[in-house]
């Protein structure tokens, strides 16, 4: 019974082209949140939400849109993809306590952007 | 901004050892966590330490926070094969904002 899942796992697509991951997680969690993980491993926080609204929102260019249509899913739409775009984003969720506590991660999607 | 700083980058011993590793970060914290990641594989929360906890155990993990000199410490006794992985400290302030280290990654060998 996976508790945070992403879809698709991999993604390979063209310079310019528009794609999108989708995260559910099953854990009644409240907030949700996409980081993105680099070839060199780092990872960096990009969204998150707490049931449905928007709480962080780091430096990311404004072709990267999440959407939330319910607490329970987060998707990540990115226009225009660059080559710089290509790492694995994860998805991942929590309890909402006012300060960040244990993430539940899902396994990640893999962009490669060509 | 990068918070934590693990070190060392890289690590490979033989099981039956322990591996240390240490996690480093600039600003006061209101907790730290360890991540582990096996390759091609999603984070797995390991241990929550708050800033004002010590010392924490969890089966052959036991973290230690120093407040004082802003650094962490985990170490993995008696290691197995199965411990190879990617190691991630990560440091919260008084935000809903986990920032991550660059990671240890450990190879323990049979």
């Known amino acids: 019974d996976t508790a945070v899942s992403q879809t698709p796992k991999y993604l390979v697509t063209q310079m310019g082209n528009d794609k999108s991951i989708k995260c559910e997680q099953n854990?009644?969690?409240?907030?949700m949140y996409w980081y993105k993980q680099d070839s060199k491993k780092f990872l960096k926080i990009m969204f998150s939400?707490?049931?449905?609204?928007?709480?962080i929102n780091e430096t990311v260019p404004n072709r990267f849109s999440p959407k939330s249509p319910d607490k329970a899913h987060l998707n990540l739409h990115i226009n225009s993809l660059e080559l710089g775009d290509s790492a694995v984003y994860f998805c991942?969720?929590?309890?909402?306590?006012?300060?960040?506590?244990?993430?539940?991660f899902g396994e990640g999607s893999r962009l490669t952007v060509l | 901004s990068q918070q934590g700083e693990e070190d060392p980058q890289a690590l490979s011993i033989q099981e039956g050892e322990n591996a240390t590793m240490n996690c480093s970060y600039k600003?006061?914290?209101?907790?730290l966590q360890w991540y582990r990641q096996n390759s091609g594989r999603g984070l797995v929360h390991l241990i929550l330490?708050?800033?004002?906890?010590r010392e924490k155990h969890s089966g052959r993990l036991r973290v230690t926070l120093d407040t004082s000199k802003k650094s962490s410490s985990l170490l993995i006794t008696a290691s197995r094969a199965a411990d190879t992985a990617s190691y991630f400290c990560?440091?919260?302030?008084?935000?809903?904002?986990?920032?991550f280290g660059k990671g240890t990654k450990l190879t323990v060998n049979p």
């Open positions: 991942a969720s929590s309890y909402r306590t006012g300060v960040a506590g244990e993430l539940f």
């Open positions: 854990l009644g969690h409240d907030t």
């Open positions: 939400y707490n049931n449905k609204e928007l709480i």
């Open positions: 600003t006061s914290i209101n907790n």
């Open positions: 330490i708050r800033s004002n906890e």
């Open positions: 990560a440091t919260v302030m008084q935000s809903e904002k986990l920032v």
